[in-house]
């Protein structure tokens, strides 16, 4: 069966240039043009993936991804942006969105963006077992996605909690910035590396004690970032 994507956006002539080229790709497309309208085509279209445009008619972007996580649909959703500053993209992740592209793009990056979505998420209900990640007061739980500090439950964001656990995964190992948005993000190409310092600041301010003397999340100069635990001194002090 083909894969179906919903397209959300009021600019007709970026809606037929997505369509086309989606449906070439072999995808079946419906497209509507203002946020309220995402949730009329939910059932009677049931969509593998929303590319979803931020400024909307109605229900903006970042609403819509809002609700959607509040009504735990996990549908993956590609926001399309005009804006550059990275805060703003940022909004768009921290809400639920998976992945983000600016405007003007390429379509053929576009379908990139979204073949990796999907292989990523498609991946995730596959994991075999869970694996429990215990460093100093922090515990990760692979499979609840659920982390802890010190036994209290902390909340994440659907990104924050894929970049925590890859680092996890990688313990005392540095990753530079684009190995973090290839293993996270599904990036096999240049990335904007701003989005992954962006992540790291926010989990951070839900981590750690201090953020300006990380116990966890180390900052390696010039190359990337490295998850370590506390030391036993440190850990005697808390």
């Not at 003007?104 to 498609?122: C, D, G, M, N």
């Not at 900052?219 to 036993?232: E, H």
Request: glycine share 6%.
């Amino acid at each position: 069966m083909k894969k179906k994507i919903l397209v959300v956006d009021d600019e007709p002539s970026i809606s037929m240039l997505i369509e086309f080229n989606l449906k070439l790709a072999g995808f079946e497309v419906r497209c509507v043009h203002d946020g309220e309208a995402v949730f009329d085509m939910l059932k009677p279209f049931r969509p593998d993936l929303i590319v979803l445009d931020l400024m909307l008619p109605k229900m903006d972007g970042i609403q819509v991804c809002r609700e959607l996580r509040k009504q735990n649909n996990a549908v993956p959703i590609v926001m399309l942006t005009a804006l550059q500053d990275v805060t703003d993209r940022i909004a768009g992740l921290d809400n639920g969105a998976d992945d983000y592209m600016v405007k003007p793009f390429s379509p053929q990056e576009l379908l990139s963006r979204i073949q990796a979505v999907l292989r990523r998420t498609q991946a995730l209900p596959g994991a075999a077992e869970d694996t429990v990640y215990d460093i100093g007061h922090l515990t990760v739980y692979s499979e609840q996605r659920e982390v802890h500090i010190a036994g209290k439950p902390i909340e994440l964001t659907p990104k924050e909690f894929e970049l925590l656990l890859f680092l996890c995964q990688h313990r005392g190992k540095v990753l530079s910035r684009q190995q973090l948005l290839h293993g996270v993000w599904d990036y096999h190409f240049l990335g904007d590396t701003r989005i992954v310092d962006v992540h790291i600041s926010h989990l951070r301010d839900k981590i750690e004690k201090n953020t300006r003397t990380p116990e966890y999340i180390m900052t390696v100069r010039n190359v990337g970032y490295k998850l370590t635990g506390p030391s036993m001194a440190d850990s005697s002090l808390a």
